[in-house]
């Protein structure tokens, strides 16, 4: 059985998560309005920089939740990230960030 310790501290990280989140969405959605080429590049830099913060807790979260409260990604959300990614791509990345191999 989980502490209840361990509960509060996935809690709070699934806070924190949520608000770099936000962030990021913040940071993409200026850039977005933003002519300057350099601030576009700027901005769309620190919205990666809170992707991975973003990716590398919810690695944490899930190695800490218990397997039997984890519950599946509705489709709804599934699609909403996907719909994320292809937003990015409709910013235009410049070249050396798009072809990378």
Same mark, same amino acid.
């Given at each position: 059985?989980?502490?209840?310790?361990?509960?509060?501290s996935v809690g709070q990280? #699934?806070?924190?998560?949520?608000?770099?989140?936000? @962030?990021? &969405?913040?940071? %993409?959605?200026?850039?977005?309005?933003?002519?300057? /080429?350099?601030?576009?590049?700027?901005?769309?830099?620190?919205?990666?920089?809170?992707?991975?913060?973003?990716?590398?807790?919810? #690695?944490?979260?899930?190695?800490?939740?218990?397997? @039997?409260? &984890?519950?599946? %990604?509705?489709?709804?959300?599934?699609?909403?990230? /996907?719909?994320?990614?292809?937003?990015?791509?409709?910013?235009?990345?410049?070249?050396?960030?798009?072809?990378?191999?």
């Amino acid at each position: 059985m989980p502490s209840k310790k361990n509960q509060t501290s996935v809690g709070q990280m #699934i806070q924190r998560c949520h608000k770099w989140r936000q @962030k990021r &969405k913040q940071y %993409i959605d200026q850039a977005r309005q933003t002519s300057d /080429e350099i601030e576009r590049e700027r901005l769309l830099q620190a919205a990666e920089h809170y992707g991975r913060i973003v990716n590398e807790e919810q #690695i944490k979260i899930d190695s800490q939740r218990d397997p @039997k409260d &984890k519950t599946p %990604i509705p489709e709804e959300a599934a699609v909403n990230t /996907e719909n994320t990614d292809s937003e990015d791509e409709e910013i235009g990345f410049p070249d050396f960030i798009t072809n990378l191999k």
